[in-house]
């Protein structure tokens, strides 16, 4: 008996000696909790998982939403079988007008007064080959436009391109009295986090990863991740952010051209080791599901 319990008791040390070995990992468990929307498109063009709707649209432009359809009605959009990260993937083959979304309501945890949350995506394109000259946005999330409370990433608009993340609050704050175009405007300019040489090649995979932290309130922050590392941080993000719910939307594609794969939200942001579980997932957001 006596040697038994010295067995345990050894056993119980060792425990706390080594606590994070004897911990279980919930890191799947939290991220599975935190997602608010998946879209593998392995089985189609609408999402796996929603928390709001589920359905991609297409609309003919911002302003005509009551024109909008259920579907994917532009012929320079298709999925691609088994051209995707792990199966199906969006290819984007040439630069043309119409836009097409999945609604925000429900699937971004969008917060008047405290809003935290992270974007994942997959891309695979030569920047320098694929892309016809301007702006190009693969994500835009907004209810008006990319100057007007609106989160994406962008590549500029000639070669060598940059890769930027936008975090842009309400326009009639930071921007009240505008002169000429706002993508050339300064104060526009210094709200950006740019990659100079980022790591997109025609035959491989890149991972974005958006974080943002503690949006409209004074102490906004957020940071692009690629292929799971930290690119940039903007601090001190203090502009509104404030949207028409029912208007907003997240765009995917604006001018791009190339492969999308594995869209996916969460309520909050990731931490450093999440991003790095995410981005290393064999099966992407698959494994979240299960």
């Known amino acids: 008996m006596l040697k038994n319990t010295s067995l345990i008791f050894t056993m119980g040390l060792f425990c706390v000696l080594t606590l994070s070995s004897c911990k279980k990992d919930t890191t799947k468990e939290d991220l599975k909790n935190a997602l608010t929307f998946y879209a593998s498109f392995d089985q189609g063009i609408n999402a796996d998982f929603a928390l709001g709707d589920k359905q991609l649209y297409t609309v003919p432009n911002r302003k005509a939403r009551d024109s909008a359809q259920v579907g994917l009605h532009k012929p320079d959009i298709k999925l691609a079988e088994n051209k995707g990260l792990f199966g199906n993937g969006l290819l984007f083959t040439e630069r043309s007008k119409g836009y097409i979304y999945y609604p925000s309501k429900n699937n971004i945890s969008y917060n008047t007064s405290d809003w935290s949350g992270a974007i994942s995506f997959w891309l695979q394109l030569d ?7 301007g702006y190009c946005d693969p994500i835009q999330i907004t209810d008006v436009s990319y100057n007007d409370a609106s989160i994406w990433v962008d590549f500029t608009k000639e070669n060598p391109r940059d890769f930027r993340l936008g975090v842009i609050g309400d326009r009639s704050v930071w921007n009240p009295n505008p002169e000429g175009p706002d993508n050339e405007n300064p104060i526009f300019i210094k709200k950006l986090t740019g990659v100079k040489n980022p790591p997109f090649g025609k035959d491989q995979w890149t991972h974005i990863l958006i974080n943002f932290t503690n949006l409209n309130t004074k102490n906004g922050q957020a940071s692009l991740y690629l292929n799971g590392a930290l690119k940039g941080t903007r601090t001190n993000i203090d502009t ?7 208007l907003s939307n997240i765009y995917l594609g604006l001018g791009y051209i190339g492969l999308f794969d594995e869209l996916s939200l969460f309520n909050r942001a990731l931490t450093d080791q999440e991003i790095s579980y995410f981005y290393s997932l064999e099966n992407g957001g698959h494994a979240l599901l299960k």
């Open 127 to 133: 920047p320098a080959t694929d892309l016809e000259p």
């Open 240 to 246: 509104p952010f404030t949207w028409d719910l029912e």
